[in-house]
């Protein structure tokens, strides 16, 4: 999860640890290649939303007999990628996008990194920029999750669409079903901006062929897997546009904190709203489909623009 580190350690833990030569060359060589207030959320037409029940988460002695030396199992080897990713980044230019599949979904790895959070001159609910660090890389899906993956289709049919019409509820369970969870709200921007801090997933200014809005999205979702060219630092697909995505934290004011309560489960807390980023097909304006734009919905609701994408940390959690 996020967290603000002490000034102190804000630069310097950022350094890579010092890797033999003849190591480092084997490592890489083996890798791949305004003025809303705080709580108000974007003024944009929305289509109506329907009600859903909320989908409860469900949330030998000792013995001195010498025992002959084995070779770890493949599943045991050290990742070179994982190594790098531990090692930190200090700008997007320094990671190259590797991904890996999990119980059939490829995953994309996310560095540890710092980068800064926010924005301001825009909404109020996206200030104060504050820094976010994140001392362990992670995991989180290339694709939203589509209706092959989740077993039924929403409001679109077809099998390789992103699965909208889903309550926080049924996103937290899908994603606890395979054994991983939602991202954090840190994590996810992270994930799309990198420490550069883009503006959008794929740079600095927006380009209408590399997101599905209002524009161009003719009233639907497209492909989740056809968004070639707006893909963010890490590899990640439609991080802005095609559908809104649900991820864990409630919708609190900023500074983002994950200790203070905004990280609880949805049996703990099921009526405060929580949060959506991205935009989707029915966002009309640019700005709305920044990385840094969030806005909340009731964990009940279900809509035909917000999915959902899952993320899991490096050790598994």
């Not at 199992?73 to 590797?98: F, M, Q």
């Not at 990280?263 to 304006?285: C, H, K, L, M, P």
């Amino acid at each position: 999860m996020g967290k603000s580190l002490p000034g102190k350690l804000k630069k310097s833990w950022m350094w890579p640890v010092s890797i033999p030569i003849g190591v480092l060359v084997c490592v890489l060589a083996s890798c791949e290649q305004s003025g809303m207030s705080a709580l108000s959320l974007p003024v944009t037409a929305q289509p109506p939303r329907s009600m859903v029940t909320p989908t409860s988460i469900r949330p030998s002695m000792p013995t001195h007999t010498p025992t002959p030396m084995t070779i770890p199992s493949p599943e045991h080897t050290i990742n070179p990628a994982l190594v790098l990713a531990s090692a930190g980044v200090r700008g997007n230019s320094d990671w190259v996008p590797y991904s890996q599949t999990f119980d059939g979904v490829e995953m994309a790895l996310v560095p540890v990194g710092c980068f800064e959070m926010g924005s301001m001159g825009v909404y109020s609910n996206e200030a104060p920029v504050h820094e976010q660090c994140f001392d362990a890389p992670f995991w989180i899906d290339v694709y939203e999750v589509s209706n092959e993956q989740y077993g039924s289709s929403g409001y679109f049919q077809g099998d390789n669409l992103p699965r909208e019409l889903v309550s926080w509820f049924d996103a937290a369970a899908f994603c606890k079903g395979r054994g991983m969870r939602l991202p954090t709200e840190a994590e996810w921007e992270y994930a799309s901006r990198g420490p550069d801090g883009l503006l959008y997933p794929w740079g600095g200014r927006f380009l209408e062929n590399g997101v599905v809005y209002r524009g161009n999205s003719d009233g639907h979702t497209r492909g989740i897997d056809t968004g070639a060219g707006n893909q963010s630092w890490v590899g990640a697909f439609d991080m802005s546009g095609n559908v809104g995505e649900w991820v864990s934290s409630l919708y609190r004011v900023y500074p983002y904190d994950a200790m203070d309560g905004r990280e609880v489960g949805g049996d703990i807390d099921g009526t405060n709203a929580r949060v959506i980023r991205g935009g989707s097909w029915w966002t009309v304006y640019p700005l709305d489909l920044r990385a840094a734009t969030r806005y909340g919905s009731i964990p009940t609701n279900v809509s035909n623009h917000v999915g959902f994408r899952c993320a899991r940390s490096h050790d598994g959690g």
